[in-house]
């Protein structure tokens, strides 16, 4: 699990947060694919690029390929003085990816190398990092850049025979509209824009399956959202993630706007609305840091009343039991890919977790970008050839990728659109528990879970206090 952060909620855009009800008529539990049914060899036990392997003469067949290396660069906020270390844990997963599937004989024929640039939550590095890679690399993979405005760098990139192919760009997460609806980027964690994005009332997919999973076993919740806001984007989808929320059925009594700078007693109000109100839920929007400051400021104004304390992906983490301790019992986590504690379950989980030293949520979303990148080149060189491999061969495999399940670890996903699956853990004794589906190694992947949400997310930002 990852180290806590100072400032973002921004699992909650991008569907690995997601989860859905598990009413009689509305709910599907599904197995996660074990990595025997993989369409593409990857891992350890992967086969079908031995003979190409053996027999062909290598050469650099484009940018960032040479005849014994294949070079990829991924690029993280990690040096901001905002948010230290805040991405960290996407080059620890590239890098111990690299090493694990080197030592299993490579990908493409050839040793991975990775390149690493820090984006440092600036819009600057964001776009002198995608010049380098374009120089440097033959694709961006594992990104966590959420400044990303000008992405021509990326999307004119010049392969090695002078054609403006453009770099691809398997991402872990993206927060810029303008990388999210790239032509050349495709998402780990989900795409909910509908590109290219429209100024004014626009169509957003949610999945509110966790929310609904809520209702089901507490009907007529309300309560409070608490909206990251350290950045307009985040703002404005706070909106969004709000109105799919009342769409689902809940009431808000509050939607209280935190940064990652608040102290302590800046929630002191915002527990006073949830007492006042009667309020029984509560949503952390923001990060761990926040949902546990606003449990333990709860437990000190001696609120009992609340059934639901909510959260993504962004409480999934060591410090929300370390310094929550007590006062976090029972918040609920919702989340896209088979938990740590589940390693046992599947081969990829288990490489990651036994190959990162730092587990984090980012992290795994970059390993799975990782073997989405290795399962596109595999069958680029078993189909055409180890000296075939390039970003116009990338591009068009990761363009009919299908539904891509990283070996069974995550809900299926084209890699631009989020996946309807799901799956919701809860504290309980000071762990990370699964609640649903009860069954260990599966999601609810029922495609109920994810609905429109029409609104127009500057000017909704703008309405929250």
């Known amino acids: ?17 997601t989860a859905c009800s598990r009413g009689a008529t509305s709910s599907t539990a599904t197995t996660a694919p074990p990595a025997a049914v993989a369409t593409t060899g990857t891992g350890p036990t992967a086969t079908t690029v031995a003979d190409p392997c053996r027999t062909a003469a290598l ?20 040096g901001s003085p905002l948010a230290p270390g805040l991405f960290q844990g996407n080059f620890d997963a590239m890098n111990a990816f690299a090493k694990y599937v080197n030592a299993h004989g490579g990908i493409g024929c050839r040793q991975l190398k990775v390149k690493t640039w820090d984006s440092r939550l600036d819009a600057t590095e964001s776009k002198n990092g995608l010049i380098d890679a374009c120089a440097n690399a033959v694709a961006m993979v594992g990104n966590n850049a959420l400044f990303n405005p000008d992405v021509s760098p990326m999307t004119g990139c010049v392969d090695l025979a002078g054609h403006p192919t453009g770099l691809p760009d398997i991402a872990a997460l993206t927060n810029d509209s303008n990388e999210m609806c790239a032509p050349t980027t495709f998402v780990i964690s989900g795409v909910y824009q509908k590109c290219p994005v429209a100024p004014g009332v626009r169509p957003l997919t949610a999945n509110i399956g966790q929310i609904r999973w809520f209702l089901s076993t507490n009907p007529g919740l309300h309560g409070l959202y608490l909206a990251a806001s350290d950045t307009p984007t985040l703002v404005q989808s706070a909106a969004y993630l709000i109105a799919s929320q009342k769409q689902a059925g809940i009431v808000f009594d509050g939607t209280p706007k935190v940064s990652g700078f608040d102290t302590q007693t800046a929630y002191t109000p915002r527990v006073a609305v949830v007492k006042q109100a009667k309020s029984d839920y509560v949503f952390n929007g923001s990060n761990d840091v926040a949902m546990i400051r606003m449990r333990k400021e709860a437990l000190a104004q001696g609120v009992t009343g609340v059934k639901v304390w909510g959260c993504t992906l962004a409480c999934y983490t060591p410090a929300m039991l370390s310094e929550g301790g007590s006062a976090v019992e029972g918040t609920y986590v919702a989340g896209g890919f088979l938990p740590f504690e589940e390693a046992s379950l599947n081969a990829q989980d288990e490489a990651y977790v036994s190959n990162v030293p730092s587990l984090t949520t980012w992290g795994a979303e970059a390993w799975q970008a990782g073997l989405a990148f290795q399962q596109v080149v595999d069958k680029i060189v078993a189909t055409d050839g180890p000296n075939a491999i390039t970003r116009a061969a990338i591009l068009d495999g990761l363009r009919n990728i299908g539904q891509f399940t990283a070996d069974g670890w995550m809900g299926p996903t084209d890699l631009r659109s989020l996946s ?12 990370f528990v699964r609640s649903y589906p009860p069954t260990p190694g599966t999601f609810d992947c029922n495609p109920a879970n994810l609905v429109t949400v029409n609104i127009d997310t500057a000017a909704a930002g703008a309405q929250l206090k």
């Open 1 to 17: 699990m990852r180290t806590s952060i100072s400032i973002v909620a921004v699992l909650a855009l991008c569907g690995a947060a």
């Open 59 to 78: 050469q650099s067949s484009d940018t960032g390929i040479t005849s014994t290396t294949i070079t990829v660069e991924v690029m993280a906020d990690v």
């Open 420 to 431: 309807p699956c799901f799956l919701v853990m809860q504290i309980q004794g000071g762990k």
